[in-house]
């Protein structure tokens, strides 16, 4: 079974430019998680989405991040103007829908962002 | 808010020892627990998942406990080995279909 996948796995850019991460869940999950992960830190989340739709965005800085779904799989993450604290890890993360016996979350490899 | 913490932040032992790593969470009411490795500039590893009505899971030389009335999980290794050398993080998820909240991690060194 294939894991979640994500591109790029690394990405330098300067600041007030924009950049977009792409993710592909595993087969048949319907949850699709981001992630922020700050050098020392855990995993903060940005966006849950069941399906199309989302469930959770209230820890996303609208003013500059935003993110989609497109058909309930793929998605992507786009920063835009990009911050020197934006630098971190993005993680995608997918698992069964809620409600389902084993709702284990499996993540990609991340996006290693920094920032100029 | 849910709240997670990690005890110990780093940990360092030789080779052979068995160790335990902490989790705490502030709110009990939880769908489930997920412990997590992750190495140096890499993803996240699912290593365990405990479901609340559970008490514990084991794999392998890892065994994973959860106390939900007193907010605590710990994570036995046994016979540590220095491939074992990465940090480890736990996760808790609400029982509304919330997103899991992650603590900071316990960063274990294992030396040979």
């Known amino acids: 079974e294939a894991g979640v996948a994500q591109s790029p796995r690394y990405k330098i850019i300067e600041k007030r430019q924009s950049v977009a991460f792409w993710c592909n869940p595993i087969s048949g999950h319907a949850t699709l998680y981001w992630y922020q992960q700050i050098l020392g830190q855990g995993p903060k989340l940005l966006i849950q989405f069941q399906n199309n739709g989302v469930v959770d965005d209230s820890q996303l800085p609208k003013d500059r991040f935003s993110a989609e779904r497109l058909k309930g799989v793929d998605s992507t993450l786009k920063i835009q103007p990009a911050k020197l604290e934006d630098s971190a890890v993005y993680l995608c993360?997918?698992?069964?829908?809620?409600?389902?016996?084993?709702?284990?979350?499996?993540f990609g490899q991340g996006t290693r962002l920094t920032v100029v | 808010k849910q709240e997670v913490t990690q005890i110990p932040a780093a940990l360092s032992v030789p080779e052979g020892e068995n160790l335990v790593l902490n989790c705490s969470f502030t709110d009990s009411a939880i769908y489930n627990l997920q412990w997590f490795r992750q190495d140096p500039g890499k993803g996240l590893t699912s290593l365990l998942l405990i479901q609340s009505s559970q008490r514990e899971q084991t794999s392998g030389r890892l065994n994973a406990s959860l106390d939900k009335s007193s907010g605590r999980s710990t994570l036995y290794i046994a016979a540590s080995q220095p491939g074992d050398s990465a940090t480890y993080l736990c996760?808790?998820?609400?029982?509304?279909?919330?997103?899991?909240?992650f603590g900071p991690g316990t960063r274990l060194s294992v030396l040979p």
């Open positions: 996760a808790v998820r609400g029982n509304y279909g919330q997103n899991f909240v």
């Open positions: 993360a997918s698992s069964l829908e809620f409600g389902q016996m084993n709702t284990e979350a499996f």
